[in-house]
Structure formats: structure tokens, C-alpha cells
């Protein structure tokens, strides 16, 4: 991935040369802060997240699981107590709901580590590692016909560096 990195001491400034850059669509932006900030936020347009996709998928198997090895085990070992039904729904939705809750935490972590991709065997392109300490990072991936015009931006919203990543 080709592209232009620049480092930022200033937030105002790498705020704007943000949604400057997502005005004029000169490529894909990631920025990289040494801790969460709602100006990025607010800059990138961010999608909401999927991971409650996870989390509902795994609850309605959870639950679904829940009733059936609860039925299962009724009809495989019945007791039969006073002509009341084998399978009743009533006592199983305490199991159902327990099970739905595992299911669903666990399907939420586990699609929290993937779209995260969690862990990351390779080095992530444009990282540098004083954006851990204070500085802002931005990368733009490029082509190079744009890769000018992004770095003029860049240098003209307040970089304190500007240099070319592959």
C-alpha cells in the first residue's frame, strides 16, 4: 500500500487536515492518536460498528441451543410427574436465557478480536512509533497521481513531517 504519512503535534491541525482530506477524496485515511479522540471520530464519518452483529447471531443460538438440549435431555431421560407434559417451555427459558448470555458474550469477543484483528502478525503500514507518545499520525493511501496534491495539504495544515510510505 502506497501512500503519504504525516505526524501532527497539533490536534486542531490534524483534525482539519483530515476533513480536508475527506472533502476532497484524495484517498483512504487512518489516523493514529495515542489515545481515543472524538474529533477523529467526528473528522472520519466512522461506521458504526459490527460487532453487534456477532453479539446477535450468538445470542439467537445461544437461546435456540438452550431450549433444545433442555427439550433433549426431557424426552431422552422423561420423568413423568402427575401427567404434566415432558417438554414445557416455562421451566426451560431460565436455561434458555443463561445459555443465549454465554453464547452471545462469547460471540462478542470473539468479533471484537476479528474486526480488530486481533493479533496482527504484520506490521501496520504508516505506523510510527511516536504516535504512541503524544504525536497524531495520518496516512493517506494514494495513487500516485494524488500523492502530490496530499502531501501539499498535509504540509500546509501544520506537519511536522510529511514523507512517503510503501
Known amino acids: 500500500m502506497q501512500g503519504v504519512l504525516a505526524a501532527f503535534r497539533e490536534l486542531d491541525a490534524a483534525v482539519h487536515a483530515v476533513e480536508e482530506l475527506k472533502q476532497k477524496r484524495v484517498g483512504d485515511v487512518t489516523v493514529y492518536t ?3 479522540r472524538h ?3 467526528d473528522a472520519l464519518g466512522s461506521p458504526s460498528s459490527a460487532v453487534r452483529r456477532f453479539t446477535l447471531v450468538g445470542g439467537l443460538l445461544g ?5 433444545w438440549i433442555a427439550i433433549w435431555t426431557s424426552e ?3 420423568l413423568v410427574v402427575g ?4 417438554a414445557s417451555w416455562i421451566p426451560y427459558t431460565i436455561i434458555g436465557f443463561e445459555v443465549m448470555v454465554l453464547v452471545g458474550a462469547l460471540s462478542t469477543v470473539f468479533g471484537m478480536f476479528y474486526l480488530a484483528r486481533v493479533p496482527r502478525l504484520t506490521m501496520t503500514v504508516g505506523y ?6 503524544g504525536d497524531y ?6 495513487t ?3 500523492f502530490q496534491a496530499a502531501e501539499e495539504l498535509l504540509r500546509r495544515h501544520g506537519a511536522a513531517e510529511v514523507r512517503g510510505e510503501r
Do not use: L
Open 76 to 78: 431422552y431421560w422423561p
Open 137 to 142: 499520525g495520518v496516512f493517506v493511501a494514494t
Open 83 to 86: 401427567g404434566k407434559a415432558i
Open 63 to 67: 437461546v435456540t441451543f438452550g431450549y
Open 34 to 36: 495515542p489515545t481515543p
Open 144 to 146: 500516485p497521481d494524488k
Open 39 to 41: 474529533e477523529f471520530e
Open 128 to 133: 510510527d512509533p511516536r504516535f504512541s507518545h
